[in-house]
């Protein structure tokens, strides 16, 4: 079976809102989802229809590591740049109900080991770490949100798709893009494409395709492929293996998330954009450091 990358973050999606602690936790508690591409998919899971607003933050386009538009305007109408993380507004549900406007900060000191925080990642490393880019100081708001994880108990979700495999540790990347500090800023490399980022380990209950359809199914998939062109790039293939009605249900979800499309995300415009530490901030043609 193959998958685009957009299918593969619909497949998670399906899955997530499946397992045992996130459907306890949208029953009978509190869950907070980080805005993403593939976690887009979940609230369309959860409510049937699109979110509004900022649908994500951090992206890599290709001209680098940026942040979309609409998280942009919503870091500068909300006072991010002062007041810091704890002011972040992302999707809540409490008792299965969405709770708009609640500030990050007053969340997390609630939440406890029958909560739920879902944020996917960016790296992937053969033995199932995960790590986040991070372009604001202290991690931002996933910085914010694991060191309250440490003190408060809440589960950590962390839907990722096998197209964010690393060749190497999420350890040995942190080490080499280390979190950026107050002090450091984009003095942290020499040249970055985009803004500078580090790189933040996450803990968590780590949901990949292979998990996805062992969740929705009971059936067992093998990757023995990735890659693909013509709309499939950063693809998957898989076979998927497990008794004839394991298969078979594995089979139609498949084909009915077949087609799906990632929701249409506009960066940051360098010449316009208030981000601190982006060297190209203001810039209206991104420098070539070779110039």
């Not at 293996?241 to 249409?264: C, F, N, R």
């Amino acid at each position: 079976m193959s998958l685009t990358s957009a299918e593969s973050k619909r497949l998670i999606a399906k899955a997530v809102v499946e397992m045992p602690e996130f459907r306890r936790a949208y029953e009978g508690g509190t869950i907070v989802i980080h805005p993403s591409t593939t976690t887009t998919f979940i609230f369309e899971e959860l409510f049937k229809e699109k979110p509004k607003g900022v649908v994500v933050s951090g992206v890599i386009v290709p001209k680098g590591t940026c942040i979309s538009m609409q998280s942009l305007q919503h870091l500068r109408e909300n006072n991010y740049f002062k007041k810091g993380p704890e002011t972040f507004r992302l999707w809540v549900i409490v008792n299965g109900q969405l709770q708009p406007g609640l500030k990050l900060g007053d969340v997390l000191g609630r939440m406890g080991p029958g909560d739920v925080y879902v944020k996917t990642g960016n790296a992937l490393d053969p033995d199932g770490h995960v790590g986040v880019l991070v372009g604001a100081p202290l991690g931002g708001s996933i910085g914010f949100a694991s060191r309250k994880q440490r003190e408060r108990g809440f589960k950590l979700i962390i839907p990722v798709g096998l197209e964010k495999l690393i060749p190497v540790s999420v350890a040995r990347a942190a080490e080499v893009a280390p979190v950026l500090t107050k002090e450091t800023g984009k003095k942290a490399y020499d040249y970055s494409m985009g803004m500078p980022c580090g790189l933040l380990p996450l803990e968590g209950i780590v949901v990949t395709e292979p998990e996805a359809i062992n969740i929705l199914t009971g059936a067992e998939a093998t990757p023995i492929g990735a890659g693909g062109v013509a709309g499939a790039e950063g693809g998957l293939t898989l076979v998927v293996t497990g008794d004839g009605s394991q298969v078979g249900k594995a089979l139609k979800i498949i084909q009915e998330l077949k087609g799906t499309k990632i929701p249409e995300i506009t960066p940051s415009d360098c010449f316009t954009c208030i981000w601190p530490t982006c060297p190209h901030k203001g810039v209206k043609r991104d420098p070539s450091p070779f110039s």
